[in-house]
């Protein structure tokens, strides 16, 4: 099955950009997904990418694709305090059964 | 609703106990999931319905959990006989056929003493 792997940890200062990394096994898979979960909540969707794509940006957000290399990043531009969480890659095979796979979180901290 | 609902959102039972852990997933959403997060870990796959087919149990981890999905809509886990290492969060989700992203709940937190 897919097997896919995160960093546990990242700590970075107030106002620097954030860089959480990503590798996968499936060369087939179709939806790339990051997650962010905050103490004691679910996880929330925070952007996604299809496999035909190389990057995808929304507003703080850029989502990088290399399909060679099967890797996914997530950069946070100017993190805030708030964006100290954990985040979760997530990937989709294609084939129709769409059960995501996850990393284990790589979990950000954020100090001023 | 709204969102993914999920109850309780904590239990405690004792160990050789049942558990059934609710969730109401998003209206009109034809896909459920059901993922289990332990302490450090990430995000166990346990079971995942799909609109009227069968279910696809494949990460079920022993022969005492099971889920059913009454309606196409609201879905029960049930935990028999709990054992100390069930204690973790049992996450729902919900998405549409193709998965633009699933909306999870805020889980249950599941603690065997």
């Known amino acids: 099955g897919e097997d896919v792997e995160q960093s546990l940890f990242l700590s970075v200062r107030e106002g620097d950009s954030s860089v959480i990394n990503c590798t996968y096994t499936d060369s087939s898979s179709t939806y790339l997904y990051w997650y962010k979960q905050e103490p004691g909540a679910g996880l929330q969707l925070l952007t996604y990418?299809?496999?035909?794509?190389d990057m995808k940006q929304d507003q703080r957000l850029t989502v990088l694709l290399n399909k060679k290399d099967k890797h996914l990043s997530l950069r946070i531009a100017d993190t805030q305090t708030g964006d100290s969480a954990i985040y979760f890659c997530?990937?989709?095979?294609?084939?129709?059964?769409?059960?995501?796979?996850f990393g284990r979180g790589t979990s950000l901290i954020v100090h001023p | 609703g709204a969102g993914v609902s999920q109850s309780p959102s904590n239990k405690v039972t004792e160990k050789g106990k049942d558990v059934e852990l609710r969730c109401d997933p998003i209206s009109g959403h034809t896909a459920l999931y059901w993922y289990r997060q332990s302490l450090g870990q990430g995000l166990e796959f346990l079971i995942y319905f799909q609109g009227n087919s069968a279910p696809d149990k494949s990460g079920l981890p022993s022969d005492r959990f099971s889920a059913e999905r009454t309606g196409g809509s609201v879905s029960t886990l049930t935990i028999q006989r709990t054992q100390q290492e069930d204690s973790a969060v049992y996450l729902c989700?919900?998405?549409?056929?193709?998965?633009?992203?699933?909306?999870f709940g805020s889980g249950t937190r599941l603690t065997v003493v």
């Open positions: 989700a919900s998405s549409s056929r193709v998965p633009l992203g699933y909306t």
């Open positions: 990418i299809f496999s035909n794509m």
């Open positions: 997530a990937i989709c095979p294609s084939g129709g059964s769409y059960i995501p796979t």
